[in-house]
């Protein structure tokens, strides 16, 4: 099973940007979809966007205009980037093979968006 390692979170003021990597152990060539998914305290663990091994992509509508998911078929690294953050997007992030079930969770990456 291929590993994923999260990296490039931060403290951030509102309307700063972060780029977060997800450093896959093997090829994510093969992996049908991968997603971020983020989780709060208190909240259940939520998507926010994904991509296919095709390059489609989905988002979800409080992250749609300002995060934008891409890959590196080489690096074996998907990438989120993060614009025009906001209080509200403070959380652990997470990549994982979508749906969850088919992967496992990595330590995540804690982003912090001060007001």
């Known amino acids: 099973q291929v590993q994923l390692v999260e990296s490039g979170g931060g403290l951030v003021q509102t309307g700063g940007s972060l780029r977060l990597s997800c450093a896959a152990s093997?090829?994510?060539?093969?992996?049908?979809?991968l997603g971020w998914y983020r989780q709060t305290p208190g909240k259940q663990r939520e998507l926010v966007a994904s991509?296919?091994?095709?390059?489609?992509?989905n988002y979800a509508d409080s992250v749609k205009g300002r995060f934008t998911i891409s890959r590196s078929i080489v690096k074996n690294t998907v990438y989120l980037q993060m614009n025009s953050l906001k209080p509200e997007d403070t959380a652990v992030y997470y990549c994982?093979?979508?749906?969850?079930?088919?992967?496992?969770w990595g330590q995540g990456t804690q982003v912090t968006v001060s007001s």
């Open positions: 093997g090829s994510i060539f093969s992996i049908a979809v």
């Open positions: 994982n093979i979508v749906p969850s079930y088919l992967g496992s």
């Open positions: 991509i296919s091994n095709g390059g489609g992509t």
